[in-house]
């Protein structure tokens, strides 16, 4: 018998077949999983749009229409607030000039309680222009609905859209951030029994056996091209082995659009101040001095903005100074490009300026600017065991320690390496920033380091922030590690998967090798709302990380 080697025609037909087959199943979930991405990216951009609007219109200072000024009567159907209906272009990456067009509308309803059986108590509300409404209502609604919707096209031209409902009644934004944070008849801080956040993005630092601090992950809300960022840090402190909270310390940090203005009344900056053995805010008083003005649809912090955050060389000689750029007054520059500036000297010449509030007796006050100390990349899970966040407490203390001394930063903590396979996988950078203090407070601070009074590290006004999403970010190999940058976008509960918000820190392991990551930011304000540097001086002083080495395997 003849025997055969090989194979036949037909078998070789039969496996190209299956072979073409695998092939175009594999294409085409490629393309669903591409269609699938692309589409929830958009859906989450359209999710975050409404909510600005939402809080947009929720951000009125007063009830009655007013020339100037945010009303809550005039909040009607595609009318109200800063942000104004029809297309919105939005950006979606960093890297990419392209932008996605979105439709942006609102519908408003007022609302009235009313009594509807007769017995003259108002038992339901119905909507303006329903029959069963009396003939004379209030001049101003007791109530708003709304109804935010955001429609956008996929890459396959299909009409997609997402809604939002709320409501809103006419007390004014001011008035009831003052009421939250008020206590009633009582001017002692009341007694929280606080639990520290076990979600490895708050990091809780132990001050000494009986005080801790830790921060929150910072909100984010984007407004064209400016950000604002709100970072709270709670001050707790252990009784009877639970942590109650004694402070919650709130800041604004807001990038704004200004013109200078002719010279007039504007404030000093508050400063943190230690008297009487506690730390403390003193407040500002107005001077005589160059002032600007906020360009409309901007932060309603802007306009104190603006108008406040300018130095005299008076202010610097008492140490009542905003910011310092080689040892004098900052000066304010219009941005033109990249490291291109334009100084603004005369009135109505433009600038961009990043201003820090901080909240004193439950209202913000516009403050001196953060310094910032270090920046340090991690894994996202690095600080999630407790000796590694015990040794990132060390590392603030011996920071904070080299900056109130004025010697030389330690160096950059160790253990931070890591191996992964290829994939896609999370990081982390956190900034520690410090209030500036005057120089008697530094002194007394010195003195008690020097003397090892541990007292010292309370009385330090250092905020350690979550800087993950708001950092620009690299690789040193990118035919390796590349890295993510999405776009800075709106971010409101930091409770949910933080890092899900958006995609930045997020590196792609391409290749078996090994990268270097790093962040960096501004080591001003303008570095914590993603801005570019505000003058030559900034530019020169970008904040860069140590770096943390991924090395890829199988």
Known sequence: MKMHSGFSLLEVLIATAIMLFGVAGYVQLQSHYIKLDYTLNLRQQAVTLAKQKLNDLRSFSVVHSSAGQKSYQDIQTDTGGDLTAGEVAVKLWQSQTQTIPFELHWQVRNMYFVDTDNDLVPDTWLPEGNANLPQTLPVVAPKKTLQITVGWQDQFGEALSVSLHSQLTPVPFTRSQHVVSANIGNNQPLPVTYIPSGDNIDVLHHIDSDIAIQGRAPTIDVMEDNIAIKIEQNRVELLANEYEKTRLESQLVVGCDCQLSQSGLGKTPAMAAIQGGKLSTRQGHEMFKARGVAKAGQHARCEQCCNDHHDTSAMVNTQNYYRLESGDAHKHYNRLGDNIFEEALAEGDEYQEVCRFKRVDGFYHVASDLVQLTITEFAAQHLAQQNNRDAYTAYVKHVLAAYI????????????????????????????????????????????ITSNDERWFALAPFYDVNVTLLADWRSSDTQSVNILQQAIQTVENVGQDYYASYQRGVIENLMLGQSKIYASMNGSNSGLVGHAPLSPYEALNVKEGNGLKVIIQP
């Open 405 to 448: 001394q004025n010697t030389a930063l330690p160096p950059p903590m160790i253990g931070r390496d890591i191996t992964l396979p290829l994939g896609q996988f999370q990081l982390a950078a956190y900034g520690i920033y410090m209030e500036r203090l005057y120089a008697e407070d530094l002194a007394y601070l010195n003195t008690l």
